[in-house]
């Protein structure tokens, strides 16, 4: 087997912890890292930027080993992660994605997955958004995805 890059990787999204593109990037994230932790919404929150719920409940569920769907924002998933599931042994890498769609030009600032590389960022842990193009009428080519990412494992 070969050497692992880095200790642990906290991996996020705005698409749900259910989506294709998490589960594709967890794959990857495994040939870099010794531990990969998924904490990601656990339903669609495309689209909230990076906003924190202020007056509702975060509540947290286990989903396996290192696996937690979130009731609340990508933000919100960063700051569970980092601030309280993983507060002894921190991320040194967060990936936000892999988002069903492109977020360029204006919808960068919209974003949840570019919303939880910013608070990845803000709290200090090195941070890549990524995210699929694809025109509306087409499915997503995920293998463009994985060919791209796995060259650099």
């Known amino acids: 087997m070969a050497q692992k890059w880095l200790p642990r990787i906290l991996l996020v999204n705005d698409d749900g912890i259910d989506a294709p593109g998490i589960s594709l990037l967890e ?13 990601a919404p656990a339903t669609d929150r495309s ?10 409940p975060v509540r947290v569920e286990q989903r396996g080993e290192h696996k937690f769907a979130v009731q ?10 980092v601030r309280q599931l993983m507060k002894e042994h921190p991320p040194q890498l967060l990936l ?16 949840g997955t570019v919303g939880g590389a910013i608070t990845g ?28 990412l796995s060259a650099g494992s």
Do not use: H, M, Y
């Open 96 to 111: 936000s994605g892999i988002n069903n769609g492109s977020n360029i030009g204006f919808e960068t600032v919209l974003s």
């Open 27 to 39: 794959d990857i994230a495994k040939r870099l890292a010794e531990e990969v932790w998924i904490v």
């Open 121 to 148: 960022v803000l709290l200090g842990v090195p941070s890549i958004a990524l995210s699929q193009d694809r025109r509306p009428e087409d499915r997503v080519n995920w293998r463009a995805a994985e060919a791209l």
């Open 47 to 56: 689209g909230v930027a990076n906003s924190v719920s202020l007056r509702e």
């Open 72 to 81: 609340g924002t990508p933000a919100d998933c960063v700051v569970v992660a």
